[in-house]
């Protein structure tokens, strides 16, 4: 175990767009989350495309709905090792 690197971050990944990254990797239109979730399919595009904020409790919803944790869409580009170590 002691032959690996920890990956490093390549790409800058707005809330929106994990948003996005992750319905797509599930193959999921944006009504089709929408009709998941019960988030209205104009409110999902607005997510995005960072036109609106996800808010605690739609990223709740929507983490459901696309099968992972809420982290994941509220914090994408956050990197643990930096911010433990501050």
């Known amino acids: 175990m002691n032959d690996y690197r920890l990956a490093k971050r390549n790409v800058d990944v707005s809330v929106g767009e994990s948003v996005k ?13 929408a009709q998941v979730s019960g988030i209205p399919q104009s409110t999902i595009s607005a997510i995005e495309n960072d036109r609106v904020q996800l808010g605690v409790e739609r990223a ?8 992972c944790h809420p982290a994941v869409l509220v914090f994408p580009g956050w990197d643990i090792e930096h911010e433990s170590a501050a």
């Open 21 to 33: 990254i992750l319905r797509e990797l599930q193959e999921l239109s944006q009504n089709e989350l």
């Open 60 to 67: 709740k919803v929507l983490a459901r709905a696309l099968h």
